[in-house]
């Protein structure tokens, strides 16, 4: 089993940045894909952006690319999304996800969820 806490979210203006965080626990040596979802309000949960064990592979949602990074730290079993030139749409609740063997979009191929990080963008 894999215990996954995400923090960092917070109130920001829109053009601002913040920087969200996700510790991994347990079973950590299994996981080769991690990776952020977000769901706003009335909305399908929706894909962010993955990244596999090395690093060397990265997948972001178009509607992310240049502006959010994500990164990991597996001496930390950590992995971060820097979120840069934030909008108003970027608003919801972020999600971190870990999988043994998936990476990619589809949010049903991931094991292991967090419980969320709420992300308030205001105009």
């Known amino acids: 089993q894999v215990h996954l806490v995400e923090s960092g979210g917070g109130l920001v203006q829109a053009g601002g940045s913040l920087r969200l965080s996700c510790a991994a626990s347990?079973?950590?040596?299994?996981?080769?894909?991690m990776g952020w979802f977000r769901q706003a309000p009335g909305k399908e949960r929706e894909f962010v952006a993955a990244?596999?064990?090395?690093?060397?592979?990265?997948y972001y949602a178009d509607s992310v690319k240049g502006r959010f990074t994500i990164s990991r730290d597996n001496a930390k079993n950590m992995v971060y999304l820097q979120m840069n030139s934030l909008k108003p749409e970027d608003t919801a609740v972020y999600y971190c996800?870990?999988?043994?063997?998936?990476?990619?979009?589809?949010?049903?191929?991931?094991?292991?969820w967090g419980q969320g990080t709420r992300v308030t963008v205001s105009s």
């Open positions: 347990g079973r950590t040596f299994s996981i080769y894909a």
């Open positions: 990244i596999s064990w090395s690093g060397g592979r990265l």
């Open positions: 996800v870990a999988d043994r063997t998936v990476l990619g979009s589809d949010p049903t191929a991931y094991d292991y």
